[in-house]
């Protein structure tokens, strides 16, 4: 497996963890984070969201030693393009990705 696969695994499986919304769903083509905070049980604002991504991003920092800057999004956009966005941004710290 890639450096980036296991990071865009890594980052789901956590983000996913975090939010307590299967991978499965948060995969889903019309998930955003607005959608998302509807849907999850721990998520109840946008900070709470943010919060999530934090921890996310801090374990992907330990376990890879890459630091992910967290962008904005508005609340629209679908969670895919999101999670995305955090692999490219992982993925071109590390060598030879």
Do not use: W
Request: charged fraction near 25%.
């Amino acid at each position: 497996m890639s450096a980036e696969e296991e990071i865009r695994r890594e980052l789901l499986a956590c983000f996913a963890e975090q939010v307590g919304v299967t991978e499965h769903d948060l995969l889903d083509s019309n998930m955003t984070l607005a959608t998302l905070v509807l849907r999850s049980p721990r998520v109840t604002n946008s900070l709470d969201l943010m919060e999530a991504f934090g921890k996310t991003v801090n374990v992907i920092r330990k376990n890879h030693g890459v630091r992910i800057k967290l962008p904005t999004y508005p609340l629209d956009t679908k969670i895919s393009v999101v999670l995305e966005g955090l692999v490219k941004n992982a993925s071109s710290q590390v060598p030879g990705v």
